[in-house]
């Protein structure tokens, strides 16, 4: 069993930068995956960015490419998800999620995912 806690939302400026976190503890960190999706008010939830078990593998939705940088601390049971050049479009409840995984892989579905954060609401102002 894992336990996530995301954090680290907030309302910003477009244009702004924030650093969202999703600390583990129950298991070891070090074997999962990652991945961090959103949900906007009304929309279904999309996939931003996900990270294999040794940070070999990274990838990003299009929409957040080259402004958004994932990364993880094993040490410290904990995924970074920075956020640079925030836009409205941006605006969502950002959730963490992982899966003990030790082939490489990301998953880009959330149900591939076994274990949620609780979320954290990121607001970007124009």
């Known amino acids: 069993q894992v336990q996530l806690v995301d954090s680290g939302g907030g309302l910003v400026q477009a244009g702004g930068s924030l650093r969202l976190s999703c600390a583990a503890s129950?298991?070891?960190?070090?074997?999962?995956?990652v991945g961090w999706f959103r949900q906007a008010l009304g929309k279904e939830r999309e996939f931003v960015s996900g990270?294999?078990?040794?940070?070999?593998?990274?990838d990003y939705v299009d929409s957040v490419k080259g402004r958004f940088t994932i990364s993880r601390d094993n040490a410290k049971n904990t995924v970074y998800l920075q956020m640079n050049s925030l836009k409205p479009e941006d605006t969502a409840v950002y959730y963490c999620?992982?899966?003990?995984?030790?082939?490489?892989?990301?998953?880009?579905?959330?149900?591939?995912?076994?274990?949620w954060g609780q979320g954290t609401q990121v607001t970007v102002s124009s």
């Open positions: 129950g298991r070891t960190f070090s074997n999962y995956a």
């Open positions: 999620a992982a899966k003990r995984n030790l082939f490489g892989t990301i998953g880009y579905s959330g149900r591939w995912y076994d274990y």
């Open positions: 990270i294999s078990w040794s940070g070999g593998t990274t």
